[in-house]
DNA sequence: TAGGATCCAGCTTTGGATCCTT
DNA sequence: AAGGATCCAAAGCTGGATCCTA
């Protein structure tokens, strides 16, 4: 029996504060999700858990996870330390419109202006656990910072192409591939004045912003 | 014949100017130390040329290399990418009286007062020449930091023992092994009571606080 | 393809070890 | 021992590659 969508804030914060300190095991026999198997084989499966006990309803389509609040969930693995160690996918890009997109109106802000983040905990005999859930907003410094990564990988996404541009740009948001077989075509003439395809990509967080905010949700890394 | 003492600052900054793009080589031909042999056989001798060049005069005495201006010169050598990638010896440890040092009146600080930073550049052809000095004294909010790892670092000592210190402990200070051989006494109580010897240890800056000040004099990294 | 992400080889960083001269 | 520092193996970081489901 999955919850159904929360009714406002105050409400999903409390489901998720109520599952901290459960483990993975128990929340996946509650909710139907096997977690068996190679780690490699159950990528992204501890989003989906996270997903379906908060009563998340985004599904694989391009919006919130819970779209009559705005609010996108992600959930941060932390190491044995107790900080996060990988970047955090935020959403892919459109490469058909890189020369025209701004900050304003761009899919990236949106998702990131209300941002619920569950800590996953990895505890010394391997488990996992819910660790203490927090929403947390941008502030207009860490804004600022945001929307100047994201002008100037898309800057360059439209004046040098895609291939040339490394995932090194930026200080905390990055471009990076995304998906291993996919292609998609771009707008970007190829030699022969054609168009080009070419591997899809993603925007990711950094995780020294991650590790930051979670430890200081208004720090400036 | 080697130069004498600079009258003043303006005159060894003058000196330190005039050096500007000539080679080791030639430097090490005019006052006369080899620095041929395994680059492990020359450790020092860079900033022992330079000394000389300069008309230091500290020698091995426990004072500045200007004692007259109190000024320090601090030989930097740089990657083939232009940037400091190794850490920069201040000064010894006094581990006699750790628990009772203060920042005011330390040797490190007076020793960081004011200094000359003299970069080596590597050239793309393996031979390297004099980079631009500069003199530089700490800002208030630079000197807050070191004086807050200063303290840091000889608290613990104080407190729990040199040998639980490790070099990871302060932002652009740290505390690390000095020499290879060496033992020096310390007062701190052994198992049994008694005095024990342990290695000597030295402080020093980081190279990412050399890299940055480099790049800003005022840089807060 | 969108969403959910983690894996891992290779590069970078660095803490501890070491070298020379006076 | 003080001064002058650099070496280098191992840990840390991360950019590019990859995996699963609907």
């Known amino acids: 029996m999955l919850p159904a969508p929360p009714k406002d804030e105050a409400e999903l914060l409390d489901r998720a504060r109520a599952l901290r300190?459960?483990?993975?095991?128990?929340?996946?026999?509650?909710?139907?999700?096997?977690?068996?198997?190679?780690?490699?084989?159950?990528?992204?499966?501890?989003?989906?858990?996270?997903?379906?006990?908060?009563?998340?309803?985004?599904?694989?389509?391009?919006?919130?996870?819970?779209?009559?609040?705005?609010?996108?969930?992600?959930?941060?693995?932390?190491?044995?330390?107790?900080?996060?160690?990988?970047?955090?996918?935020?959403?892919?890009?459109?490469?058909?419109?890189?020369?025209?997109?701004?900050?304003?109106?761009?899919?990236?802000?949106?998702?990131?202006?209300?941002?619920?983040?569950?800590?996953?905990?990895?505890?010394?005999?391997?488990?996992?656990?819910?660790?203490?859930?927090?929403?947390?907003t941008p502030t207009t410094e860490q804004e600022d910072v945001l929307a100047g990564d994201f002008e100037e990988i898309l800057g360059r996404v439209g004046a040098g192409g895609i291939e040339g541009l490394s995932a090194r740009v930026g200080r905390w948001l990055q471009l990076r591939p995304k998906a291993a077989h996919g292609r998609v075509r771009t707008d970007a003439p190829g030699q022969d004045g054609d168009r080009v395809s070419t591997v899809p990509r993603g925007f990711y967080l950094r995780a020294r912003f991650t590790r930051a905010i979670l430890a200081d949700p208004g720090a400036v890394p």
């Open 21 to 136: 300190g459960q483990s993975l095991e128990s929340l996946s026999a509650r909710f139907g999700l096997s977690l068996r198997g190679a780690a490699v084989a159950t990528k992204g499966k501890v989003g989906e858990l996270l997903e379906r006990a908060l009563g998340a309803t985004g599904g694989s389509a391009a919006t919130w996870d819970f779209p009559a609040l705005r609010v996108e969930l992600k959930t941060i693995p932390l190491g044995t330390r107790g900080v996060p160690s990988e970047s955090t996918f935020v959403c892919s890009v459109s490469l058909l419109d890189a020369d025209r997109a701004e900050w304003d109106g761009s899919w990236v802000r949106a998702k990131l202006a209300r941002v619920l983040w569950v800590p996953v905990e990895a505890r010394a005999d391997g488990s996992r656990a819910i660790g203490e859930a927090r929403l947390w």
